[in-house]
């Protein structure tokens, strides 16, 4: 599997899996969004086995289920070693690629306790949470995401 496009075909795939089960959605969002958030969450388990990770969604807003449209484009976490504390690679290099691959955007040490690293990374559009052996999108994801994300895979999680 190409590492340089990980992250992309990670969410294309996932995002192909929602539209084809969209249908499905639809009508259970009718009777109980707990059971389309446990289909949503048992697809991105799927998936995310596909490419050896945990793919994980999140509704921060619980109105947001409602958004089936919305599946799999944002509010999503993946994690690759959730022991691993430190990054293979200095948190510097990690900040600098972020503002260079998502433009307007800040980037801070965060979650720094126990010997852990990690990184917060704010823009406009909302924020990623890159820690070590995980990372987390709370923001829709895009093209300029995507880049990031792929960066991120190719040197930071499977370097």
């Known amino acids: 599997m190409e590492i340089d496009s990980l992250f ?10 929602i539209n084809h089960n969209s249908g499905i959605f639809d009508a259970l969002l009718r009777k109980n969004s707990n059971i389309v958030y446990q289909k949503i969450n048992e697809i991105a388990k799927i ?40 990054f293979p690679i200095p948190r510097e290099t990690i900040k600098q690629r972020s503002v260079e691959l998502l433009g307007n955007a800040y980037a801070q040490d965060a979650y ?14 909302g924020r990623i949470e890159v820690l070590p052996g995980s990372i987390h999108l709370w923001c829709k994801i895009d093209e300029k ?11 930071v999680y499977f370097p």
């Open 112 to 125: 720094m306790y126990e010997g852990k690293e990690g990184v917060k990374v704010i823009f406009e559009a």
């Open 8 to 17: 992309s075909k990670l969410i294309d795939e996932f995002r192909t899996n």
């Open 47 to 86: 998936t995310g086995s596909r490419y050896n990770v945990s793919l994980q969604v999140h509704f921060p807003d619980s109105k947001k289920i409602n958004d089936i449209d919305a599946y799999g484009t944002e509010n999503i976490g993946i994690v690759v070693d959730k022991f691993r504390k430190t």
């Open 145 to 155: 995401i995507k880049n990031y994300g792929n960066w991120l895979m190719q040197n």
